[in-house]
């Protein structure tokens, strides 16, 4: 049985196009996703998602992330990641089977250094509204995302961050799945 979701999406309000940003990144990084792939925001439960279905592949980002203040390297990231999974598909790790296998991590390391970083950003604006799913190996929104979709977010700091992981330590899908 094929499951079938119905999202409605979301005009983006980023100052950055991100179906532009998706394009750059997969052309730039993941050259073997052979084609464009959409981006939509979408008020589903993952933070977000990617479809890997050949007939209509998508990756969905929550609406929650569509803010004019969201960082471009934030959403750069999450691109990275979710084309990661075109590429690199589940698969069995023991006696589970994995979305993000050992190998997915590797990759995603060597592409997006910056993903702790990113992390740390979610978590320091979008953290009251984030639960994170080891079992499911995701970060799902609560509906107290409507709170935080008008509130300001902070601006991308390198050094900032840097400094909130040291002090906070890796708050990042991998670690809090424990992959």
């Given at each position: 049985?094929?499951?079938?979701?119905?999202?409605?999406?979301?005009?983006?309000?980023?100052?950055?196009?991100?179906?532009?940003?998706?394009?750059?990144?997969?052309?730039?990084?993941?050259?073997?996703v052979l084609r464009p792939i959409p981006v939509v925001f979408t008020t589903w439960k993952c933070l977000a998602c990617a479809f890997t279905s050949p007939a209509e592949?998508?990756?969905?980002?929550?609406?929650?992330?569509?803010h004019p203040d969201t960082p471009l390297e934030v959403i750069e990231f999450i691109c990275k990641h979710e084309?990661?999974?075109?590429?690199?598909?589940?698969?069995?790790?023991?006696?589970?089977?994995?979305?993000?296998?050992?190998?997915?991590?590797?990759?995603?390391?060597?592409?997006?250094?910056?993903?702790?970083?990113?992390?740390?950003?979610?978590?320091?604006?979008l953290g009251s509204c984030l639960k994170t799913r080891p079992k499911l190996e995701r970060v799902e929104v609560t509906a107290g995302w409507r709170k935080l979709e008008l509130s300001p977010r902070s601006e991308w700091s390198q050094d900032y961050l840097q400094r909130h992981v040291a002090a906070q330590g890796d708050w990042s899908l991998r670690a809090l799945t424990g992959q």
């Open positions: 049985m094929q499951r079938t979701l119905t999202l409605t999406p979301t005009l983006p309000l980023l100052s950055f196009s991100p179906e532009e940003l998706l394009e750059e990144v997969r052309s730039r990084y993941v050259p073997d592949p998508v990756v969905n980002i929550h609406h929650v992330l569509n084309l990661l999974h075109f590429l690199i598909p589940p698969r069995a790790v023991g006696k589970k089977v994995r979305s993000h296998p050992p190998e997915f991590w590797l990759e995603e390391e060597r592409i997006a250094p910056e993903g702790r970083l990113a992390w740390a950003w979610l978590w320091l604006n």
